[in-house]
């Protein structure tokens, strides 16, 4: 018989993506209205239960019209880390483990279970959670869709959409100024949105963490359109590609306690080299955080909803240490175990990939 549920909290942490105030809604509408249980909303990530104040009840009256709306209405942050949280004492600075006092406090707000929405980093701290005796249950996102065991996460599909007008909208002015575009999108350690909005649109070259490039055979690839008449070129970067033997280009380092390294630039430093090595003009477009705002598309909110519904569901049942997954057609749930540390990277050799040099995407490879 499950332990009875009365009251459960849920966060948001790391980066927002489009589909979270979807989830936020389905669990409340859930919770509340089909198993009496009330919600407490803890807003800014982790920091909502390290710091005072930072929580309030959700109900369905005020969880109203956020289906269709981006961000989080709970805020996120990532950079709050319990287990090594930033706190400034007399101007310095000291990383201090503050999880005890966290389990305190989901004590004292006296939740039965929490529902943790985040990616990889967010997830990593709810399974520590849970391994000191919190009731913990975790609904995957992401823009990336690197989280392993589940088969996509809620944003991933509408990062893609946008990823994809955008590059609609770079092919016509490309074709007019015979130029050739590059455009970096996101994506850290693997090239999901890279590769799905390249082939979707219509992408002469892409270039994804999983397949370090040899910029010879991106200019290669350019040079043999231009010789047919093919006067313009469009070329996707994920802002984790590197050039074979060669790093990550990154932005700004990792903060101890704090963000994680930021990246970007390599569009910019592939824009230089097709530049140089060809003789072609060449625009560069960073798409940045356009890809995580806005208005989550169809198969987002229903995913969102699915997996709010699911969440609260595994709450009720008791089935803590859980994270809720899309298999195929159907909505399960795996251990966060099973989950943390990893990364689902793009499959080089079989899939979207092989199909996209089927007809002629360059990867920075031969094919
Ligand atoms: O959500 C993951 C991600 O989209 C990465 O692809 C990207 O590197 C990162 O977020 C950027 O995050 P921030 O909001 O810290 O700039």
């Not at 880390?81 to 000291?94: D, Q």
């Not at 990889?120 to 709810?126: E, K």
């Not at 609260?312 to 749930?333: H, P, R, T």
């Amino acid at each position: 018989m499950p332990r009875s549920i009365k009251k459960i909290g849920v966060l948001t942490g790391g980066g927002d993506c489009p589909g979270l105030n979807a989830v936020i809604r389905a669990i409340v509408k859930s919770a509340v209205q089909r198993h009496n249980i009330t919600v407490i909303g803890i807003e800014d990530g982790y920091d909502g239960l390290v710091l005072p104040d930072k929580t309030r009840e959700l109900t369905p009256w005020n969880s109203r019209g956020i289906l269709h709306v981006g961000g989080t209405i709970l805020g996120t942050s990532n950079r709050a880390n319990p287990f090594k949280y930033r706190i400034t004492v007399n101007g310095n600075t000291e990383i201090r483990d503050v999880s005890s006092d966290v389990v305190e406090r989901i004590k004292t707000l006296e939740l039965d279970a929490l529902i943790i929405i985040g990616g990889d980093g967010t997830l990593h701290i709810a399974s520590h959670f849970y391994n000191l005796g919190c009731s913990i249950v975790g609904v995957p996102k992401t823009i990336d869709n690197d989280i392993p065991a589940t088969d996509v996460t809620f944003g991933f599909s509408t990062a893609v959409e946008t990823a994809t007008e955008m590059l609609d909208r770079l092919h016509s002015t490309a074709e007019s100024h015979h130029r050739v575009m590059v455009m970096e999108v996101m994506g850290r350690y693997v090239g999901w949105i890279a590769l799905e909005s390249g082939i979707a649109g219509g992408a002469d070259v892409i270039l994804i963490p999983e397949i370090p490039y040899d910029i010879e055979q991106v200019c290669q690839k350019i040079i043999r359109r231009n010789q047919k008449g093919c006067r313009s070129s469009i070329v996707v970067v994920a802002e984790g590609a590197s050039p074979i033997g060669g790093a990550l280009t990154v932005l700004q380092p990792a903060v101890e306690g704090g963000s994680a390294e930021r990246l970007g630039g390599v569009g910019n430093k592939v824009g230089i080299q097709i530049r140089k090595n060809t003789g072609i003009d060449v625009r560069v477009t960073t798409l940045g955080h356009l890809q995580r705002g806005g208005s989550p598309n169809a198969f987002d909110r229903l995913l969102s909803t699915r997996f709010g519904v699911a969440a609260v569901e595994l709450v009720v049942n008791n089935q803590f240490g859980q994270m809720v997954c899309l298999k195929g057609q159907n909505i399960d749930s795996v251990s966060l175990i099973n989950v943390v540390g990893g990364q689902k990277k793009v499959p080089t050799e079989t899939g979207l990939v092989k199909t996209a040099e089927k007809i002629g995407i360059n990867f920075g490879r031969q094919s």
